[in-house]
Each structure stands twice: as C-alpha cells, then as structure tokens.
C-alpha cells in the first residue's frame, strides 16, 4: 500500500522538471494524478517552457506506475484555465487531497519596462494563489497544500543580482510565498488542511540550466567577454552551498513533496522548509 492510496494530486509546472518527478512520485504513492502546464513559451523567458510532448511524457509516466493521469494544457496566470483542468479532474476522479503549486519561471527578458518583474510575479506568486484558490472549494479536511518556493528567492544578492527586473520579480515572488504560508496555513488549520512550501537550492532542471544561470554563476567570464557555458558554470555551482553539491536533483524535492502530501506528516504546516544543503546557514537572508 502506497501512502497516498486513494488520493488525487492536483500539480501546475507538471510537463517536464520538478513537476513531472513530484506526479511521478505521488502515482507511486498510490494517487492519481491532475497535471496543468503551459506548454507554450513565454517571451520574457530566455529559455523554452515545456512542450505538449513534454507533458505528453509525464502521461506516460505516471501511468507506468499504475495509476491514471488527466493532463491539461493550462496557464497558472488564468484562473478560468487552472478552473477548467480541474473540473476535468474532478470529472475522472471525483476529488482532490494534494495541491502541488509548482509552475515558475526566471524571466530575464525585459521586452517592455518592468515586463519581466510583471511575468515573474504573475507567474511566482500570483499563478501560485490562483492554484490555491480554484482548488480551494474542493479541499476537505486531511488535504495538504505544498507551494514550492526558492532559497535563491529568500537570499540578497542571488536571482535580484542578475541585472534584470524579472530576477527582482522572482526573489520578490518567492518573499510572498514564504509570507504567504504563515498567512494561510493559520486560517486552513481549523478546517484540517495543511499548507507548507518547499524552498529548493539550486535544483538540475532548466531554470538552472539556461544561459542566464550560467553567465550569473561565471561574471568573470562576461567580464573577460567570454559566453558562459553549463561546464563553466558547474565549477561554480558549489558554491551556494556548504555540503558539497552542485544542486540537488528533482527527485530530493519530490521525497520531500510527498512527505509533506502524505499524513507522515499530519501535524506540520505553515512551515516554509529549506531543502538547500545548507545554502541559506551561509548566504545573507533576505526575510
Ligand atoms: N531549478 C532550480 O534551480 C530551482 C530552485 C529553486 C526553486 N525552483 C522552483 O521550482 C519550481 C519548478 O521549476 P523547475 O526547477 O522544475 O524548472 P522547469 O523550468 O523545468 O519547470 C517549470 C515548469 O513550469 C511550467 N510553467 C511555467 N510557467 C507556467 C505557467 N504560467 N502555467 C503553467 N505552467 C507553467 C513550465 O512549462 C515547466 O514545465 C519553480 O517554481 C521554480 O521557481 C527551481
């Protein structure tokens, strides 16, 4: 028996990345899968956003598991979108337990004034809230909200360093998300639903791995004129955290998800937990 047999997960950014490991886990668990992604770019983005084969995919995946998947194309920035996912999940499986609010993007491509600090927020925080709150009305005691958050995000000097109003966007996004979970786990609480979020370093997905990662891993190369590359930026990796790792992989931000999904962990919420190998005992806070 899985420990979330019977369970339904509701899961934005689920195409590819964090999202596709935490359906994937979760389906191993035993719980039956509703996974939103954009499947479309975002033009203040410089790198691409998963693709319908993508999400395509996390099906196949999921499936493999033994367990069933509705999969919709869908913009977390939309209510009306994120709304009509779920009702054809609640369609298929009549319920949902778990809320993974997951979608996110580094946006560092500032077409128009402040476009890139709007997309960030929209999509970080905002596009986090709507998840929240289309799923809300369904939720009954036991359910467990899981928002994912940054350490970059809650550190000066990190993704708001990177000379661009979408990495101001991003850090302010994940402040709110941390600000946010206090908030609204105390008014959950008395209803039996629990809402947590996980704040990852650095993680092997393509948020990281993406030109504008790398050229602000290595200013030293820009400075020299030269165009980082991902091997120039794995020498430097390390050092965001004090045990020696590059990043983690989406699959410790998964085990981690499903504990907090699963009644393990029944007692724990409005916690805003560090998954960073030690990142944030070293960088200077910024909440
Ligand atoms: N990768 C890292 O280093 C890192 C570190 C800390 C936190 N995070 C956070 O982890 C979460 C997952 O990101 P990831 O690392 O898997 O990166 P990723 O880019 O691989 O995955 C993000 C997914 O979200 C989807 N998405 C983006 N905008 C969307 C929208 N408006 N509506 C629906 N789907 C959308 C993308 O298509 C993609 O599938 C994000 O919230 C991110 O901020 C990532």
């Known amino acids: 028996m899985g ?6 997960a509701f899961i934005t950014g689920a195409g590819r990345g964090q999202g596709r490991s935490h359906a994937v886990t979760l389906a191993g668990e035993g719980a039956d899968i509703i996974a939103v992604d954009i499947c479309e770019d975002i033009p203040t983005v410089n790198y691409e956003m998963a693709s319908a084969e993508d999400l395509a995919q996390t099906v196949k995946e999921v499936e493999a598991t033994g367990r069933s998947i509705v ?38 491509n500032d077409r128009t004034l402040i476009e890139g600090f709007i997309d960030g927020m929209d999509v970080d925080f905002v596009g986090a809230h709507n ?39 991003y850090s302010f996004a994940k402040r709110l998300v941390f600000q946010y979970v206090e908030t609204l786990a105390l008014q959950l609480a008395p209803h039996n639903i ?16 993406n030109d504008d990662i790398y050229r602000s891993f290595r200013p030293d190369l820009v400075a020299a004129g030269k165009i980082p590359t991902r091997e120039d930026a ?10 020696p790792i590059p990043y983690i ?4 931000a998964s085990a981690l998800v499903a504990f907090l999904a699963s009644d393990d962990s029944r007692y724990i919420t409005g916690l805003n937990i560090r998954l960073d190998a030690g990142s944030m005992l070293k960088g200077e806070r910024a909440i």
Do not use: W, Y
């Open 234 to 243: 794995e020498v430097a990796f390390p050092a965001m955290q004090p045990m």
């Open 249 to 252: 992989e989406v699959g410790d």
């Open 131 to 169: 998840t929240v709150a289309v799923v809300a009305p369904h939720l009954r005691a036991g359910a467990s909200i899981i928002v994912t958050g940054s350490c970059a995000g809650l550190m000066k000097n990190t993704t708001e360093a990177m000379g661009k109003t979408g990495g101001v966007g």
């Open 71 to 108: 999969a919709v194309k869908a913009d977390v920035r939309v209510k009306e979108q994120l709304k009509s996912a779920l009702d054809q999940g609640l369609a298929r499986f009549g319920r949902v337990d778990i809320v993974c609010a997951n979608a996110g993007i580094l946006p560092m």
């Open 194 to 209: 629990r809402l947590n979020a996980v704040h990852p370093t650095n993680v092997n997905t393509r948020l990281l791995m």
């Open 3 to 8: 420990k979330l047999e019977g369970k339904v």
